[in-house]
């Protein structure tokens, strides 16, 4: 598959509070081990353009974009809900990591790309329509899907394997029948929404210490006879790798075979039903070693598919 990267050194610029797992070093983590594989050789690598307030505007309201604005501090750090901060530079960040979607969705709908992984942060899942939550300002892949669908694309699905819950993506997304939205997560755990499906909402929960087989299980019973059926034009992950064995953000248990495996269906699946395209955008994922393995290999996936 025609694969790139896609990543802005302004999204390292985004920084919170001294050792706050959401880091820019996780960025450095990809980076190096892409390198260290020779992964890197074998994909494109794009830049990723500036965003503009009109399109954070396709899944935000006005009142929560002005309100991450006026918090944007002079110096220092500004707190958003206890455990999301802004600094001066944290915008610029945000910029970019939207407009890797932006960017995304643009190559793939002109047939350049087959596949992309949007190296960024801050993450977005957890941002909901009016406001930011769990590390997220926005939501990036909810931007992105809104983007997409400008371009008449009637039916798009999302597969979340952050170890969390996709509350922001899921309240985003919660009337639009035209979004199949599936999110497997430990559970009970942050963010501790209500675990409730309807005929486009798929939640998956897992108990602590489930791997490989309750990954296997749920995703070939619960998630791709539902995703065959919906035949999506356009496919997007919500690729959170908080859930490996390493991780001590959660205690699911994956390795990077499982998040290999996960890649191969969703190849399997664009391929059986002729979407146009996989955009995988980075979410979780704290322990910078097994983060860069994971998205190393998720990457490898896809270039050799």
Not at 164 to 173: K, L, P, V
Request: aromatic share 6%.
């Amino acid at each position: 598959m025609r694969t790139a990267i896609i990543a802005h050194p302004a999204c390292r610029k985004h920084k919170m509070i001294v050792d706050h797992p959401e880091c820019p070093e996780r960025l450095d983590a990809i980076q190096d081990r892409l390198v260290a594989s020779g992964v890197d050789v074998t994909i494109a690598h794009k830049l990723a353009p500036k965003a503009t307030l009109a399109h954070i505007g396709l899944a935000h309201s006005e009142q929560h974009i002005a309100h991450i604005l006026a918090t944007l501090p002079q110096a220092g750090l500004a707190d958003l809900d206890g455990d999301t901060w802004l600094c001066p530079e944290s915008f610029l960040a945000i910029e970019r990591a939207v407009g890797a979607g932006i960017l995304a969705v643009d190559e793939i709908l002109a047939g350049q790309l087959d596949a992309a992984f949007c190296a960024i942060r801050p993450p977005g899942h957890h941002a909901n329509k009016d406001s930011s939550s769990g590390f997220c300002v926005v939501n990036n892949l909810a931007i992105a899907v809104k983007y997409a669908q400008t371009f008449g694309i009637k039916r798009i699905a999302i597969l979340d394997i952050d170890v969390h819950h996709g509350n922001g993506t899921q309240d985003i997304f919660i009337d639009d029948e035209s979004v199949l939205f599936c999110s497997l997560f430990q559970h009970p755990f942050y963010p501790n929404t209500a675990v409730e499906s309807n005929n486009h909402i798929i939640n998956s929960p897992m108990s602590a210490g489930q791997g490989a087989v309750q990954l296997k299980e749920l995703v070939t019973q619960q998630w791709l006879p539902k995703l065959t059926d919906f035949n999506p034009e356009l496919i997007f992950i919500s690729a959170g790798f908080d859930a490996h064995l390493e991780d001590d953000m959660g205690g699911l248990g994956f390795v990077e075979a499982d998040y290999v495996w996960f890649t191969e269906q969703v190849i399997a699946l664009a391929k059986l039903c002729q979407s146009k395209g996989i955009i995988s955008m980075l979410e979780g994922g704290y322990d910078l070693s097994s983060l860069g393995r994971s998205v190393t290999e998720h990457l490898r996936a896809f270039a050799h598919a």
